[in-house]
């Protein structure tokens, strides 16, 4: 069942009572080959999906039609102009059910609004959209002219050079749009290739330092941050004072006991500050050996 349903769909289906000299099945079934879309085709009208070209203001509700949108339009043409035919669309407002006509240009490769809407008029900078001032109808009627087009060649040249980095840009960006799938993704392999090769160099920089996680190039902004920090000199000072207190230290055993300990510790640091206090007294006033003779001579005394 679901293989006729198939056919069908297809319009592959020949039904028993069809025979070859009875032409096409739209001609035995009676209907066209466009189906509902020809419905007023004897009327010369088509059914088609129009698109919005520009923005425009309903004429029924005044509500803005976007560019872009699309309906359900009859087509049908409505003149000539040389050997370019006119076409009219008539289409109905998706907000109030409003008829809207428009018809082609040929003179002015632009499309019209005969009724029903009102074109939204949109003025923008020149500079700020990058874009570039199409001449007027007049100055299109005068470039005709080559002594005219002379006359002006080197000022369309000045235009032309000014302007050509802004072209340069923009073809660089449709080349880049409208570039093959090959080569769009060769060129993001290749950029997530050297962003995981920059990764693995972080990581592994980091773990050369002990460090766990994965540190982010440096930049001037941390170069300059670092540099302004200043650490404390007490690090320093704790460092001198403990390397004093070991060098204070005895290298033998304590008798018993951390309290004498402590005190023998002590004792050995106030005995090596007198002793460089002493050495220090000697150096700076020299050596006189009555003092000393004299100082143990009392000691031996005692």
């Known amino acids: 069942m679901s293989s006729l349903a198939a056919a069908r769909a297809d319009n592959f289906y020949y ?4 025979t070859p000299n009875q032409g096409s099945l739209n001609k035995f079934q009676g209907q066209h080959a466009l189906r509902e879309r020809a419905r007023k085709l004897d009327q ?25 949108v699309r309906f359900n339009a009859e087509k049908k043409q409505v003149g000539n102009y040389y050997s370019t035919k006119i076409w ?6 998706a907000c109030c059910k409003h008829e809207i006509v428009i018809q082609t240009d040929p003179k002015n490769c632009e499309y019209v609004i005969i009724s029903g809407a009102t074109k939204k008029i949109e003025e923008f900078d020149i500079e700020d959209a990058e ?4 001449p007027a109808d007049e100055e299109r009627g005068k470039l005709a002219d080559p002594f005219y087009r002379l006359e002006h060649q080197e000022q369309d040249l000045k235009k ?5 980095p802004v072209l340069v840009r923009l073809q660089r960006y449709s080349d880049a749009r409208h570039a093959d799938d090959y080569s769009l993704n060769k060129s993001l392999r290749a950029r997530l290739r050297g962003q995981k090769k920059r990764v693995a160099e972080e990581e592994a ?11 982010l190039p440096a930049c001037k902004e941390d170069v300059a941050a670092a540099s302004n920090v200043k650490f404390s000199s007490k690090f320093d000072k704790n460092r001198k004072d403990k390397r004093a207190l ?3 230290a005895s290298i033998f055993s304590a008798p018993s006991g951390p309290s004498m300990s402590n005190k023998r510790l002590e004792l050995e640091a106030k005995r090596r500050k007198i002793s460089a206090r002493a050495a220090s007294n000697l150096l700076v006033g020299g ?16």
Not at 15 to 18: D, L, V
Not at 131 to 134: D, G, S
Not at 160 to 164: F, G, H, P, T, V
Request: glycine fraction near 10%.
């Open 44 to 68: 010369g009208i088509l059914i088609i999906r129009f698109e919005m070209p520009f923005n425009i203001w309903c004429g029924g509700c005044n509500s803005m039609i976007a560019k872009g």
């Open 15 to 18: 039904p028993p009572e069809w």
């Open 246 to 248: 070991i060098h204070a």
């Open 131 to 134: 874009t570039f001032e199409l």
């Open 205 to 215: 920089a980091s773990r050369k330092m002990g460090l766990g996680i994965r540190l």
């Open 160 to 164: 032309k050079k000014e302007a050509e």
């Open 287 to 302: 050596f006189r050996p009555s003092v000393w003779s004299h100082s143990a001579g009392t000691s031996g005394k005692h």
């Open 88 to 93: 009219s669309f008539t289409m109905k407002s």
